[in-house]
Structures are given as C-alpha cells and as structure tokens.
C-alpha cells in the first residue's frame, strides 16, 4: 500500500480545488451570488455570502495544503449538504436533481476524509510524523 500513499492528496485536489475555484468565483460576484442567496429565502444573505466563501476558500485551502482537514472536512461536508437541500431541491428539474446529487456525494467524499484525515502529503500528515519521531526517541 505503499505506494498508494498518494491518493490521499489526489483525492484532496480533487475535491478542494473546486471549492476553492467556488470561493473565487463568488468573490467576484457579490451582488449576484446575495441575490441568489436571498432569491432562496435564506436569511441575512450577506453574511450567508461571507460564510460561503470562508467556507469554500478557506476550507478548499486547508484540504490542498493538508492542514487541520478533519475539521475543515467535516464542516464542509455540513454545508454541501446544506446547499443541497436549499438549493437545490426542486427534483422536478433534472439539473437540480443531478446537482444535488453531486453534492451528497461531495459531502460522502469528504466525510471519508474526516474520518481517515489527510494522509502522508500533509501538513497534518508531516505534523503527526514529527510527534511521532519525538516520542519514539
């Protein structure tokens, strides 16, 4: 297994670069992505917005760099859901259904990384190498 010790990473890349591609996008898009937050009726869309894009900028940063990602994944796992289900809930409409699935499945991915963490090519990965070195000698 080795040799597969990098796909953890892989797997990080491929799902935190797009959050953080999301988190950019929204970034340059301010009035357009509260007013979608809003058309939905959540409340307080300026401050959803600033959640989102910590979330998704923040959070894709800490899953490529491999640092503290139980937590950044776990909560990222919370808010795909979480768009999923008010943003994408009319299943009338097959686009909506498929991105809601895509966003399940975002949040399964991502609970896998909560679970197993970031892996050899980490921060975190580096940091719990260190301490072990430390305590063994």
Same mark, same amino acid.
């Given at each position: 297994m080795e040799r597969y010790k990098f796909l953890p990473l892989l797997g990080r890349i491929l799902l935190g670069a797009p959050f953080v591609l999301s988190g950019l996008s929204k =970034?340059?898009?301010?009035a357009a992505t509260v007013g979608y937050i809003g058309a939905a009726g959540l409340p307080l869309p300026?401050?959803?917005f600033v959640v989102a894009v910590v979330i998704e900028l923040g959070g894709g940063l800490l899953l490529l760099t491999?640092?503290?990602?139980?937590?950044?994944? =776990?909560v990222m796992a919370v808010f795909s859901l979480a768009t999923a289900v008010f943003f994408?809930?009319?299943?009338?409409?097959?686009n909506?259904?498929?991105?809601? =699935?895509?966003?399940?499945?975002?949040?399964?991915?991502l609970l896998q990384i909560t679970y197993f963490g970031a892996g050899a090519f980490s921060l975190?990965?580096?940091?719990?190498?260190?301490?072990?070195?430390?305590?063994a000698g």
């Open positions: =970034l340059g898009a301010y300026s401050l959803a491999g640092y503290r990602v139980r937590f950044a994944s =776990l994408h809930h009319n299943f009338a409409d097959q909506q259904m498929i991105h809601f =699935l895509k966003n399940v499945m975002m949040a399964g991915g975190d990965g580096r940091a719990s190498a260190r301490v072990g070195s430390l305590t």
